[in-house]
Protein backbone atom coordinates (compact mmCIF):
# COMPACT_ATOMS: atom_id res chain seq x y z
CA UNK A 1 0.00 0.00 0.00
CA UNK A 2 1.33 3.49 -0.66
CA UNK A 3 -0.60 5.87 0.86
CA UNK A 4 -0.28 9.60 -0.31
CA UNK A 5 -1.86 12.43 0.99
CA UNK A 6 -2.58 16.05 -0.79
CA UNK A 7 -4.28 19.05 -0.36
CA UNK A 8 -6.04 21.66 -2.20
CA UNK A 9 -5.82 25.38 -1.37
CA UNK A 10 -8.19 28.57 -2.29
CA UNK A 11 -7.51 32.49 -0.51
CA UNK A 12 -7.85 35.48 -1.99
CA UNK A 13 -5.51 37.54 -3.30
CA UNK A 14 -4.27 41.65 -2.75
CA UNK A 15 -1.81 43.89 -4.34
CA UNK A 16 0.26 43.11 -0.87
CA UNK A 17 2.67 40.04 -2.12
CA UNK A 18 3.93 39.98 1.51
CA UNK A 19 0.69 39.23 2.70
CA UNK A 20 -0.24 36.74 -0.16
CA UNK A 21 2.88 35.26 0.64
CA UNK A 22 1.97 34.48 4.33
CA UNK A 23 -1.45 33.47 3.31
CA UNK A 24 -0.52 31.05 1.51
CA UNK A 25 2.05 29.84 4.48
CA UNK A 26 -0.79 29.49 6.24
CA UNK A 27 -2.72 27.08 4.50
CA UNK A 28 0.71 25.26 3.86
CA UNK A 29 1.05 24.78 7.17
CA UNK A 30 -2.55 24.05 7.83
CA UNK A 31 -2.14 21.30 4.92
CA UNK A 32 0.67 20.12 6.63
CA UNK A 33 -0.98 19.88 10.50
CA UNK A 34 -3.80 18.07 8.76
CA UNK A 35 -1.19 15.61 6.94
CA UNK A 36 -0.75 16.88 3.61
CA UNK A 37 2.18 15.75 1.74
CA UNK A 38 1.52 17.15 -1.69
CA UNK A 39 0.23 20.94 -1.39
CA UNK A 40 -1.19 22.78 -4.33
CA UNK A 41 -1.44 26.55 -3.97
CA UNK A 42 -3.08 28.42 -6.84
CA UNK A 43 -2.18 30.18 -10.34
CA UNK A 44 -0.08 33.38 -9.81
CA UNK A 45 -1.00 33.72 -6.11
CA UNK A 46 1.72 35.97 -5.53
CA UNK A 47 -0.38 39.43 -6.36
CA UNK A 48 -3.81 39.38 -8.34
CA UNK A 49 -4.76 38.15 -11.37
CA UNK A 50 -3.36 40.88 -13.56
CA UNK A 51 -4.13 39.59 -16.78
CA UNK A 52 -7.28 41.15 -15.92
CA UNK A 53 -5.76 43.80 -18.25
CA UNK A 54 -3.09 44.96 -20.59
CA UNK A 55 -0.92 47.57 -18.59
CA UNK A 56 2.81 47.06 -19.52
CA UNK A 57 3.72 48.23 -15.86
CA UNK A 58 2.91 44.53 -15.01
CA UNK A 59 6.16 42.93 -16.26
CA UNK A 60 7.81 44.38 -13.55
CA UNK A 61 6.43 41.55 -11.21
CA UNK A 62 8.29 38.82 -12.98
CA UNK A 63 11.30 36.79 -11.67
CA UNK A 64 14.15 34.59 -13.19
CA UNK A 65 14.27 31.26 -11.32
CA UNK A 66 17.23 31.60 -9.83
CA UNK A 67 16.62 34.88 -8.37
CA UNK A 68 13.04 34.36 -7.41
CA UNK A 69 12.30 35.46 -3.90
CA UNK A 70 8.85 33.83 -3.84
CA UNK A 71 10.23 30.24 -5.13
CA UNK A 72 13.40 30.70 -2.28
CA UNK A 73 10.65 31.42 0.32
CA UNK A 74 8.76 28.18 -0.20
CA UNK A 75 11.84 26.00 -0.88
CA UNK A 76 12.58 27.12 2.91
CA UNK A 77 8.96 25.70 3.92
CA UNK A 78 8.60 22.47 1.44
CA UNK A 79 12.02 21.66 3.32
CA UNK A 80 11.12 22.54 6.85
CA UNK A 81 7.63 20.92 6.78
CA UNK A 82 8.44 18.01 4.03
CA UNK A 83 6.11 18.79 2.20
CA UNK A 84 5.80 18.71 -2.20
CA UNK A 85 5.47 22.65 -3.88
CA UNK A 86 3.93 22.80 -7.10
CA UNK A 87 4.87 26.42 -7.12
CA UNK A 88 3.04 28.81 -9.94
CA UNK A 89 5.28 31.98 -10.40
CA UNK A 90 5.58 34.86 -13.27
CA UNK A 91 8.62 34.14 -15.33
CA UNK A 92 11.16 36.11 -16.73
CA UNK A 93 13.71 34.44 -19.06
CA UNK A 94 15.91 36.80 -20.87
CA UNK A 95 12.86 38.79 -23.24
CA UNK A 96 10.81 36.18 -23.00
CA UNK A 97 8.40 35.88 -19.86
CA UNK A 98 6.36 33.25 -18.88
CA UNK A 99 3.50 31.51 -16.78
CA UNK A 100 5.10 28.61 -15.15
CA UNK A 101 6.07 26.81 -12.14
CA UNK A 102 8.72 24.86 -10.52
CA UNK A 103 8.17 21.28 -8.53
CA UNK A 104 9.90 22.55 -5.18
CA UNK A 105 10.45 18.71 -3.64
CA UNK A 106 10.28 17.94 0.09
CA UNK A 107 13.76 18.79 0.51
CA UNK A 108 13.63 21.72 -0.57
CA UNK A 109 15.17 21.43 -3.74
CA UNK A 110 14.10 22.44 -7.30
CA UNK A 111 13.23 19.83 -9.30
CA UNK A 112 12.40 20.86 -13.05
CA UNK A 113 10.23 24.06 -14.28
CA UNK A 114 7.31 23.98 -16.64
CA UNK A 115 5.76 26.78 -18.92
CA UNK A 116 2.25 27.04 -19.37
CA UNK A 117 1.34 25.41 -23.03
CA UNK A 118 -2.21 26.91 -23.93
CA UNK A 119 -2.18 30.60 -23.27
CA UNK A 120 -5.94 32.09 -23.50
CA UNK A 121 -6.97 35.36 -24.25
CA UNK A 122 -9.60 37.05 -23.83
CA UNK A 123 -11.88 40.25 -21.93
CA UNK A 124 -10.61 39.81 -18.25
CA UNK A 125 -7.86 37.59 -19.60
CA UNK A 126 -5.45 38.82 -21.66
CA UNK A 127 -2.65 36.29 -21.01
CA UNK A 128 -1.63 36.43 -24.56
CA UNK A 129 -0.46 40.67 -23.55
CA UNK A 130 2.12 38.64 -21.11
CA UNK A 131 3.14 34.78 -21.85
CA UNK A 132 5.05 33.17 -24.52
CA UNK A 133 3.56 29.82 -25.20
CA UNK A 134 5.44 27.22 -22.95
CA UNK A 135 8.04 25.60 -24.68
CA UNK A 136 9.46 23.06 -22.40
CA UNK A 137 6.43 20.44 -22.95
CA UNK A 138 4.34 18.87 -20.45
CA UNK A 139 6.10 17.37 -17.49
CA UNK A 140 6.16 15.31 -14.67
CA UNK A 141 7.98 14.44 -12.22
CA UNK A 142 9.47 11.88 -8.95
CA UNK A 143 8.75 13.49 -6.08
CA UNK A 144 9.40 12.00 -2.58
CA UNK A 145 6.06 10.97 -2.36
CA UNK A 146 4.53 10.54 -5.61
CA UNK A 147 5.38 10.83 -9.48
CA UNK A 148 3.40 13.90 -10.32
CA UNK A 149 2.27 15.66 -13.47
CA UNK A 150 0.95 19.67 -13.30
CA UNK A 151 -0.15 22.05 -15.78
CA UNK A 152 -1.78 25.18 -15.28
CA UNK A 153 -5.08 26.93 -15.53
CA UNK A 154 -6.02 26.54 -19.32
CA UNK A 155 -4.42 23.65 -19.98
CA UNK A 156 -6.51 22.34 -17.84
CA UNK A 157 -9.39 22.58 -20.33
CA UNK A 158 -7.31 20.63 -23.04
CA UNK A 159 -8.21 16.39 -22.73
CA UNK A 160 -4.72 16.15 -24.47
CA UNK A 161 -3.03 17.44 -21.81
CA UNK A 162 -4.27 14.87 -19.22
CA UNK A 163 -3.67 12.28 -21.53
CA UNK A 164 0.12 13.50 -21.95
CA UNK A 165 0.42 13.60 -18.26
CA UNK A 166 -1.10 10.15 -17.78
CA UNK A 167 1.17 8.60 -20.55
CA UNK A 168 4.17 10.09 -18.68
CA UNK A 169 3.42 8.40 -15.71
CA UNK A 170 1.73 10.89 -13.60
CA UNK A 171 -0.13 8.76 -10.46
CA UNK A 172 -1.65 12.40 -9.46
CA UNK A 173 -2.08 15.41 -11.73
CA UNK A 174 -2.77 19.24 -10.11
CA UNK A 175 -4.05 21.77 -11.99
CA UNK A 176 -3.66 25.46 -10.30
CA UNK A 177 -6.14 28.08 -11.35
CA UNK A 178 -7.06 31.63 -11.45
CA UNK A 179 -11.33 31.91 -13.14
CA UNK A 180 -14.00 32.79 -12.32
CA UNK A 181 -16.45 35.56 -13.70
CA UNK A 182 -16.59 36.80 -17.53
CA UNK A 183 -16.56 40.74 -17.27
CA UNK A 184 -18.20 40.95 -20.99
CA UNK A 185 -21.32 38.99 -19.57
CA UNK A 186 -21.77 38.33 -15.77
CA UNK A 187 -24.65 35.88 -16.92
CA UNK A 188 -22.06 33.33 -17.59
CA UNK A 189 -21.38 30.66 -15.25
CA UNK A 190 -18.15 28.46 -16.17
CA UNK A 191 -17.64 26.60 -13.06
CA UNK A 192 -20.00 23.69 -13.50
CA UNK A 193 -18.15 23.12 -16.77
CA UNK A 194 -14.67 23.73 -15.40
CA UNK A 195 -15.05 20.98 -12.77
CA UNK A 196 -17.00 18.47 -15.09
CA UNK A 197 -14.35 18.94 -17.28
CA UNK A 198 -11.22 17.94 -15.33
CA UNK A 199 -13.92 15.06 -13.29
CA UNK A 200 -13.60 13.71 -17.01
CA UNK A 201 -9.92 13.81 -16.72
CA UNK A 202 -9.49 11.82 -14.14
CA UNK A 203 -12.30 9.44 -14.98
CA UNK A 204 -10.44 8.95 -18.96
CA UNK A 205 -6.88 8.51 -17.36
CA UNK A 206 -7.72 7.13 -13.80
CA UNK A 207 -5.96 9.13 -12.25
CA UNK A 208 -6.72 11.30 -9.40
CA UNK A 209 -7.05 15.26 -10.06
CA UNK A 210 -6.36 17.98 -7.87
CA UNK A 211 -7.40 21.21 -8.51
CA UNK A 212 -6.91 25.09 -6.44
CA UNK A 213 -8.80 28.27 -7.68
CA UNK A 214 -8.62 31.74 -6.46
CA UNK A 215 -12.06 33.90 -4.22
CA UNK A 216 -12.35 36.77 -3.99
CA UNK A 217 -13.59 39.71 -6.58
CA UNK A 218 -10.60 41.65 -8.32
CA UNK A 219 -10.49 45.27 -10.49
CA UNK A 220 -7.97 46.55 -12.63
CA UNK A 221 -5.62 48.93 -11.45
CA UNK A 222 -6.22 50.79 -14.72
CA UNK A 223 -9.68 50.51 -16.33
CA UNK A 224 -12.60 51.76 -14.28
CA UNK A 225 -15.48 49.06 -13.61
CA UNK A 226 -13.39 46.02 -14.83
CA UNK A 227 -13.30 43.37 -12.38
CA UNK A 228 -13.74 39.48 -12.04
CA UNK A 229 -14.77 37.47 -8.98
CA UNK A 230 -13.13 34.69 -8.88
CA UNK A 231 -15.34 31.56 -8.27
CA UNK A 232 -12.94 29.34 -6.07
CA UNK A 233 -14.60 25.74 -5.83
CA UNK A 234 -11.50 23.95 -5.37
CA UNK A 235 -11.76 20.26 -5.36
CA UNK A 236 -10.08 17.00 -5.20
CA UNK A 237 -11.33 13.81 -7.35
CA UNK A 238 -10.75 10.32 -7.02
CA UNK A 239 -9.66 8.35 -10.22
CA UNK A 240 -13.53 7.70 -11.20
CA UNK A 241 -13.62 11.38 -11.67
CA UNK A 242 -15.82 11.61 -8.54
CA UNK A 243 -15.29 14.70 -6.57
CA UNK A 244 -14.03 13.64 -2.91
CA UNK A 245 -14.06 17.42 -1.58
CA UNK A 246 -14.88 20.51 -2.87
CA UNK A 247 -14.51 23.71 -1.51
CA UNK A 248 -17.75 26.95 -1.85
CA UNK A 249 -16.96 29.65 -4.00
CA UNK A 250 -15.67 32.39 -1.23
CA UNK A 251 -14.42 30.60 2.11
CA UNK A 252 -10.72 30.91 1.70
CA UNK A 253 -9.54 27.16 2.77
CA UNK A 254 -7.68 23.60 2.65
CA UNK A 255 -9.19 20.22 1.37
CA UNK A 256 -6.95 17.17 2.30
CA UNK A 257 -7.60 13.67 0.78
CA UNK A 258 -5.66 10.22 0.80
CA UNK A 259 -5.22 8.22 -2.08
CA UNK A 260 -3.73 4.31 -2.25
CA UNK A 261 -1.81 4.77 -5.31
CA UNK A 262 -0.98 0.67 -5.66
CA UNK A 263 -4.61 0.49 -5.52
CA UNK A 264 -5.04 2.54 -8.09
CA UNK A 265 -2.31 1.03 -10.65
CA UNK A 266 -4.13 -1.69 -10.20
CA UNK A 267 -7.29 -0.37 -11.21
CA UNK A 268 -5.73 1.68 -14.08
CA UNK A 269 -4.35 -1.40 -15.49
CA UNK A 270 -7.32 -3.62 -15.02
CA UNK A 271 -9.35 -1.41 -17.39
CA UNK A 272 -7.41 -1.60 -20.14
CA UNK A 273 -7.74 1.99 -21.24
CA UNK A 274 -4.02 2.29 -21.79
CA UNK A 275 -3.68 -1.35 -23.50
CA UNK A 276 -6.23 -0.53 -25.78
CA UNK A 277 -5.25 2.75 -27.43
CA UNK A 278 -4.11 3.07 -31.10
CA UNK A 279 -1.80 5.58 -30.90
CA UNK A 280 -1.64 5.44 -34.98
CA UNK A 281 -5.10 6.04 -35.39
CA UNK A 282 -4.65 9.41 -34.10
CA UNK A 283 -2.89 11.23 -36.44
CA UNK A 284 -5.52 13.87 -36.89
CA UNK A 285 -4.82 15.13 -33.21
CA UNK A 286 -1.65 16.52 -35.13
CA UNK A 287 -3.68 18.73 -36.99
CA UNK A 288 -5.43 22.11 -36.58
CA UNK A 289 -8.03 21.09 -38.92
CA UNK A 290 -8.97 17.61 -38.61
CA UNK A 291 -7.45 17.07 -42.44
CA UNK A 292 -4.55 15.09 -42.35
CA UNK A 293 -2.08 16.50 -44.94
CA UNK A 294 -2.63 14.95 -48.49
CA UNK A 295 -6.69 14.35 -47.25
CA UNK A 296 -8.01 17.07 -48.85
Not at 34 to 57: N, T, V
Not at 179 to 188: A, K, L, M, N, R
Not at 190 to 200: D, F, L
Request: charged share 20%; hydrophobic share 40%; aromatic share 10%.
Amino acid sequence: MAMVTVAATQMACSWNKEENISRAEKLVRDAAGKGAQIILIQELFEAPYFCIDQSPEHFALAHEVDNSPLIGHFQALAKELAVVLPLSFFEKAGNAYYNSLVVIDADGSVLDLYRKTHIPNGPGYQEKQFFTPGDTGFKVWQTRYAKIGVAICWDQWFPETARSLALMGAELMFFPTAIGTEPQDPSINSQPHWTRTQQGHAAANLVPVIASNRIGTEQSKYIDGLETTFYGSSFIADEFGELVAQADKTTEGVLVHSFDLDAIAKTRISWGLFRDRRPAMYQTLLTSDGKQQGGR
